[in-house]
C-alpha cells in the first residue's frame, strides 16, 4: 500500500500512515522521505523553484493497477515546523502527508473553490492531529 524509501534516520509511523491511505484509495503510494538539500533538487528540476519546500507530489497517470504516486517529504522541514508549531514531529509528517495525498487525488488548493482545505480539515479531525497546517495556509 506504502511503498517507503527513507533516505534518512527519521522513523516514519508507518501504521497510521497506512491508516489515513486506507481512508482515501486503494492504490499504492511511493513515499520518499529525505533532506531539505535533496527536496530543493527535486523542486529545482521539476518545479523550477531553487528552494527548499515541505512536501512535494507527482501523481502518475491513472491506468489500471498504476500506482496513484509519490510523496516527497523534507525530514528537515518536519522537524523545524513542529518545533516553531510546538507539537510532534509525527503529527507534522502526518499533516504534509495528508496534504500530498490530496495532491495525488486531484485536489489543489491554488485553484479550487476550498475543497482541499474542507478535506484537510475533516482528515485532521478525524486522525486527531493539530490544526497548524489549516492554520498556516489560510489567506
Do not use: W
Not at 2 to 10: F, K, S, V
Not at 30 to 40: D, P, S
Not at 60 to 79: C, F, K, N, R
Request: aromatic share 8%.
Amino acid at each position: 500500500m506504502i511503498d517507503i524509501d527513507n533516505q534518512t534516520t527519521y522513523t516514519i509511523n508507518e501504521d497510521f500512515l497506512k491508516q489515513i491511505v486506507s481512508d482515501l484509495t486503494d492504490k499504492e503510494i511511493e513515499l520518499i522521505v529525505t533532506t531539505n538539500e535533496k527536496i530543493q533538487e527535486i523542486n529545482k528540476e521539476y518545479r523550477n523553484i531553487d528552494k527548499p519546500t515541505d512536501v512535494l507530489s507527482f501523481p502518475y497517470e491513472d491506468m489500471p493497477m498504476a500506482p496513484l504516486g509519490s510523496i516527497i517529504i523534507s525530514v528537515d522541514h518536519v522537524q523545524n515546523k513542529a518545533k516553531e508549531f510546538g507539537h510532534e514531529e509525527d503529527d507534522e509528517f502526518s499533516l504534509l502527508f495528508i496534504h500530498g495525498l490530496l495532491h495525488l487525488l486531484g485536489y489543489d488548493h491554488e485553484c479550487d473553490d476550498g475543497e482541499m482545505r474542507s478535506k484537510e480539515e475533516e482528515l485532521i479531525s478525524k486522525f486527531k492531529l493539530p490544526k497548524s497546517l489549516i492554520v498556516r495556509t489560510e489567506g
